[in-house]
T-cell receptor, first 113, second 113 residues
């Protein structure tokens, strides 16, 4: 059972456009991680958000953690073909009893040149 | 430092056969987790090994088993393969049960026919 809902499931846009993808849960999580997975590769960690209301920026990517720590969003500005991939959110992975990562199904992003 | 390496990269097996997948953890990491990623899904946690002991298990049947060796490399064994076992199998290593985050390998693509 996937406890994290990601939307949209698929997104195809033109180079230069902006986009936002979402990750939602009915329960509070202590931290949330965002990964990008390219075809034929494993997921690569982009960011971990921990504090409600937290905003983190990674170049053209902006990650936001909801105030209630039940949701998160990833906004990409001026998307490029290199941004193409599967974007996964995951809870857990913090070590100790919280070691297991639970992933959403992901958003498959295609950025067309 | 070397990353996580998995072998083989691709594998085709017949239903009912057994398979062994291998993972070399990143240098300095003592924890290895295994995930199954079916097509169009996020990775699902199979189990984790910490200092050569199984540290936790997801909702997978006993025919999925594993080992961790003194050098912290790991094997995933699947007996009596079923068609639904076709998936990308990902290995992730970390320090101390996930502290500091996980590094994923590129995975083994298993096809069961």
């Amino acid at each position: 059972t996937q406890l994290l809902e990601q939307s949209p499931q698929f997104l195809s846009i033109q180079e230069g456009e902006n986009l936002t993808v979402y990750c939602n849960s009915s329960s509070v999580f202590s931290s949330l991680q965002w990964y990008r997975q390219e075809p034929g590769e494993g997921p690569v960690l982009l960011v971990t958000v921990v504090t409600g209301g937290e905003v983190k920026k990674l170049k053209r990517l902006t990650f936001q953690f909801g105030d209630a720590r039940k949701d998160s969003s990833l906004h990409i500005t001026a998307a490029q073909p290199g941004d193409t991939g599967l974007y996964l959110c995951a809870k857990g992975g913090g070590g100790g009893s919280n070691y297991k990562l639970t992933f959403g199904k992901g958003t498959l992003l295609t950025v067309n040149p | 430092e070397t990353g996580v390496t998995q072998s083989p990269t691709h594998l085709i097996k017949t239903r009912g056969q057994q398979v062994t997948l291998r993972c070399s953890s990143q240098s300095g990491h003592n924890t290895v987790s295994w995930y199954q990623q079916a097509l169009g899904q996020g990775p699902q946690f199979i189990f984790q090994y910490y200092r050569e002991e199984e540290n936790g298990r997801g909702n997978f049947p006993p025919r999925f088993s594993g080992l961790q060796f003194p050098n912290y490399s790991s094997e995933l064994n699947v007996n009596a393969l079923e068609l639904d076992d076709s998936a990308l199998y990902l290995c992730a290593s970390s320090l101390e049960q996930g502290a500091g985050g996980y590094t994923f390998g590129s995975g083994t693509r298993l096809t069961v026919v």
